[in-house]
Every structure is written in C-alpha cells, then in structure tokens.
C-alpha cells in the first residue's frame, strides 16, 4: 500500500513538470496567437481557435520563434500576408487616426460641457 | 420651435444611423486582404507529391510567361468541383500549374489525381498547412495566377473556380 503510495505522488511529481516544460515551450506562442485576428473564424483569437488555418498559424509561429524571430518580427511578417486586419491591435496610420482620436475628442468635448454647466450654475 | 427642432434632429439621425446599418449589410462581412504584390515571396522549400526531394517554388516559377498555383486537398470537396477547369486549363497549355496539396494524406492525394486526372505540372506538399501562410492563403481550394518574370500575383481566386474564374483567366492568359 505505502509503495502504492509513493508511486502515485511520483507519478503526479512526474505529470506535473512534464506539463510544466509543455507549457514554457509553447508559451510564446500562446502570447502572440492571442494577439492575431482568426480570419476564417468569426470573433475567434488564433489562439482560441481549432480551425486548420489558426493550427498552421501556430506551427508557422513556433518556427518564426526557433529561427529566432522576435514578436514584433512575426507580426510584421503576417502583416506582409495578411494586411493591418489580422493583428488586433491596430497602427495608427491614415485610416485608423479617427480611431484613435475620437475618444479623446469626446473626452475634451465632454469635459467642456461638464465645465460650461458648472460655470453658469 | 425647439421641439420641432428636437424632432427633425432625431428623425434625421434615425434616418442616418439606418442607411449606415443598410449599408453594412450589403458588405460582405468575409475579409480579403489587399493583393501586396512586392510582399510575396516564394523564397521556401517543399517536398514533392511523387518523389522525395525538396524545392524551392522560386525555381518552379523560372520559365517565361504565367504560372498557376492551386491549392487543393483530396478531402476538399470543392477541390473535386473545380478540377474539370484545371484539367480544362491545362489542355490550353498556355501555362504552367503549380499544386500545393494542402495537410493531406499522400495515398489519397494520389488516388484523387488517378480518379480525376492530374493537370499538374508540378505538385508539392504541405502536410503542416505553413507553405500555404506563405502565399498568404487562407485554406482550400485557392489559386494564384502568377507572372514567372516579375513573381507577383496578377490574380487571386480565394474558393473554387468556376465558370466566372475561369472566363477571367482565360481572358488574362490569351
């Protein structure tokens, strides 16, 4: 019973850095996947996704990263393939200034207001 | 008055807010990006369908004129619809077609080309689906009309071809 024992904790010692070593492989690749658009799936991550094209993505990622590619490299490459939709975080660029903008036009358009009505009261 | 001008406003805006939504609706909501032409390399290497060895697709491409490459799997049923236009494109023999048989099983991938025919000139591999990212692909079947001297991308067919495809790269490639 006692052998039973030991032999069961060094199992779950055993399980438990083999996944531990699984995960820092792939943990690159889980960082940048996140960051890329699924564009077969809707709303889905790269990394969410199951779809043969986001199972590619991540193998062709994992070489990028052994042949010593850093993030941003990776990025720009699919970028080359895939156009600006495919990372989540757009660039600020012509098209997407308004993006960016508009928020803190609200915010200095919304804080006037907020000034204008204090003032008259 | 204000009230009217209340209402105007909001009917206005209602207005505005629906022809916006109508024509989001129109959009096709599937995603292709722009052809980066300049951004394509075929710099990579592939094992062939029917011998061990490896290439690099740049040297598939040497010859003067236009190449096509197809992308198909003998388990994409599009791929079975679309292969009489292939076979069609090669009788032409204007071209050269290139096949990326994308995560496919070799014995299938052979048994498929026996059934239907094979209207390729060269056929590589590409069990990881990585060769395919390359071209900028997005799955099966997709084909490229390619000019050999300048290497870029005069056409893009994302889906199977058919009779519409077909006219284009017919009217391209005389």
């Known amino acids: ?121 | 008055m204000s009230n009217n001008i209340k209402l105007i406003s909001i009917v206005l805006f209602t207005l505005f807010s629906f022809f916006i939504l109508l024509k989001g609706l129109d959009k096709s909501n599937i995603y292709s990006p722009e052809i980066k032409e300049s951004n394509v390399d075929f710099n990579f290497k592939a094992k062939y369908l029917f011998s061990e060895e490896e290439v690099f697709i740049n040297d598939l491409l040497n010859d003067e004129g236009m190449s096509l490459i197809n992308i198909w799997a003998s388990w994409c049923l599009p791929c079975r619809d679309e292969h009489a236009y292939l076979l069609n494109l090669k009788s032409l023999n204007k071209l050269s077609i290139i096949g990326i048989n994308y995560k496919d099983d070799e014995k299938n991938a052979k048994q498929f080309l026996s059934e239907l025919g094979n209207p390729y000139t060269n056929i590589i591999t590409d069990p990881m689906g990585i060769n395919s990212i390359e071209l900028g692909a997005f799955g099966v079947p997709e084909t490229y009309l390619i000019d050999n001297k300048s290497k870029l991308i005069i056409h893009k067919f994302i889906g199977p071809l058919d009779d519409k495809a077909f006219a284009k790269l017919y009217d391209i490639i005389q």
């Open chain 1, 1 to 121: 019973m006692k052998k039973i024992k030991i032999l069961f904790k060094l199992l779950i010692i055993f399980l438990f850095f083999q996944n531990y070593s699984l995960a820092e492989i792939s943990q690159d690749v889980d960082k940048i996947s996140k960051n890329l658009r699924c564009l077969i799936c809707q709303g889905q991550s790269v990394y969410d996704s199951q779809s043969d094209f986001a199972l590619s993505m991540k193998i062709l990622i994992q070489n990028k990263i052994d042949e010593g590619k850093n993030e941003e490299q990776i990025y720009d490459f699919l970028k080359t393939k895939y156009g600006d939709w495919i990372v989540y975080d757009p660039e600020i660029s012509k098209n997407t200034v308004l993006l960016w903008v508009l928020p803190l036009i609200l915010f200095v358009f919304g804080g006037i207001l907020i000034l204008r009505k204090v003032s008259i009261k």
